[in-house]
């Protein structure tokens, strides 16, 4: 089945009825999309849908007749030009790292980094003048 645009007639004349029409209509499997003009009354339907069922439904709720049914054809793909590749950048690798090979291997330089190992140093500041408050 192919996607239809149905135009349907339809007497509302209420917002409370116009709600219901949109509500019932969206709920059938396959519409793509409605569109409904206030003015005129007329609601178009876009999608893999039977028209017939809709009209049905539709007719519990106001009073609705079909107008017109036209198959819809998809756009047409134009060719594309083939466009051109761009280069690809070169990649910079400023410093490999080489000393972890392995995600959980132990770091045992501590030349390179900030904090410098404290193995077991006991740092005690005396200062003349202490004051503590309390």
């Known amino acids: 089945m192919t996607a ?5 007639q339809l007497s509302v004349h209420e917002e409370k009825i116009r709600k219901r029409v949109w509500a019932t209509v969206s709920k059938f499997s396959g519409v793509t999309s409605i569109a409904m003009d ?4 007329k609601m178009t339907v876009v999608g893999v849908v039977d028209v017939p069922r809709i009209v049905k439904k539709l007719r519990k709720i106001c009073n609705a007749e079909l107008v017109t049914v036209e198959v819809v054809k ?5 060719p594309e030009q083939e466009k051109s590749t761009p280069a690809k950048p070169t990649e910079i690798v400023a410093f ?13 330089s501590s030349a390179n ?10 740092f005690v500041a005396e200062e003349p003048h202490t004051c503590v408050m309390m």
């Open 4 to 8: 239809q645009k149905s135009v349907l």
């Open 38 to 41: 206030d003015k005129t009354g």
């Open 74 to 78: 998809p756009p047409e793909k134009k």
């Open 96 to 108: 490999p790292v080489t000393q972890f090979n392995y995600p959980y291997q132990y770091h045992y």
């Open 113 to 122: 980094s900030y904090y410098q190992p404290c193995e077991n140093y006991r």
